[in-house]
């Protein structure tokens, strides 16, 4: 059995994504940044130098990208899909009109300018203009972290109906999952590594406790 833990609107499980998510019920949203495959780890090695990069810990999350057969299964397994990184899974998911791109603000300065989120939306294309340096506040705890303000984003292009219970297959360490619940979702999320399984966790908690003080105080002063 998965380790399963309960933080407020979240529900995070520690295993496999491919063994996990059959097991649950279709949720309103899935919302996920998916390991390229380019093994990001090795990338950062070569270029810390120039660009001054931490250097992470190295991981075998990112040498494979998940399966074709399980890309097309999850571009259908909701109503409303956003997979981070789309660009690298183009062979195998269905055309889109309504991509999603993170200008980073900057050129030249790491492995892209921008990052671009497929999506089952037949709707435009958004930009959101946000510098990467918005994750030095948030710790950057992962590689390839996205900004809270980046999730947000996301859930409010994607048009995620209010409540609707939004899915993160690969949460690393735990983003989607904290701009899920600021804006009360629900949330899933699924991790596979324990490292990063543990930082979520904290993270979406702290989200939590500061949501329901934020409410505390509203209502008291209403």
Same mark, same amino acid.
């Given at each position: 059995?998965?380790?399963v833990? +309960?933080?407020?609107?979240?529900?995070? /499980?520690?295993?496999?994504?491919?063994?996990?998510?059959?097991?649950? !019920?279709? &949720?309103?949203?899935?919302?996920?940044?998916?390991? /390229?495959?380019?093994?990001?780890?090795? =990338?950062?090695e070569?270029? =810390?130098?120039?660009?001054?990069?931490?250097?992470?810990? =190295?991981?075998?999350? @990112?040498v494979?990208?998940?399966?074709?057969e399980?890309?097309?299964?999850?571009? $259908?397994?909701?109503?409303?899909?956003?997979?981070?990184?789309?660009? /690298?899974?183009? $062979?195998?998911?269905? &055309?889109?009109?309504?991509?999603?791109?993170? @200008?980073?603000?900057?050129?030249?300065?790491?492995?892209?300018?921008?990052?671009?989120?497929?999506?089952?939306?037949?709707?435009?294309?958004?930009?959101?203009?946000?510098?990467?340096?918005?994750?030095?506040? !948030?710790?950057?705890?992962?590689?390839?972290?996205? &900004?809270?303000?980046?999730?947000?984003?996301?859930?409010?292009?994607?048009?995620?109906?209010?409540?609707?219970?939004?899915?993160?297959? /690969?949460?690393?360490?735990?983003?989607?999952g904290?701009?899920?619940? !600021?804006?009360? +979702?629900?949330?899933?999320?699924?991790?596979?590594?324990?490292?990063?399984? $543990?930082?979520?966790?904290?993270?979406?908690e702290?989200? =939590?406790?500061?949501?329901?003080?934020?409410?505390?105080?509203?209502?008291?002063?209403?």
């Open positions: 059995m998965p380790r833990e +309960h933080i407020g609107l979240a529900t995070l /499980y520690l295993g496999d994504c491919r063994e996990i998510m059959p097991t649950l !019920e279709r &949720p309103a949203a899935v919302i996920s940044d998916p390991p /390229y495959g380019i093994d990001y780890s090795a =990338q950062i070569k270029t =810390q130098e120039r660009f001054g990069w931490r250097k992470h810990q =190295q991981f075998e999350w @990112d494979q990208r998940p399966s074709t399980f890309l097309i299964w999850l571009s $259908d397994a909701a109503d409303y899909v956003a997979l981070w990184g789309g660009n /690298y899974f183009a $062979d195998a998911l269905p &055309p889109s009109m309504g991509w999603l791109i993170w @200008d980073k603000c900057q050129t030249d300065f790491s492995l892209a300018d921008v990052e671009m989120a497929w999506t089952n939306r037949w709707q435009a294309a958004r930009r959101l203009r946000l510098p990467r340096a918005v994750l030095v506040a !948030e710790g950057g705890e992962h590689p390839t972290q996205k &900004p809270v303000a980046v999730m947000r984003f996301t859930i409010d292009k994607l048009r995620v109906p209010p409540g609707g219970t939004i899915l993160d297959p /690969y949460m690393g360490s735990g983003s989607t904290v701009a899920a619940v !600021e804006m009360r +979702h629900p949330f899933i999320g699924i991790e596979i590594e324990p490292r990063y399984f $543990d930082i979520a966790c904290r993270r979406i702290q989200a =939590q406790r500061q949501g329901d003080l934020l409410r505390d105080v509203a209502g008291a002063a209403s």
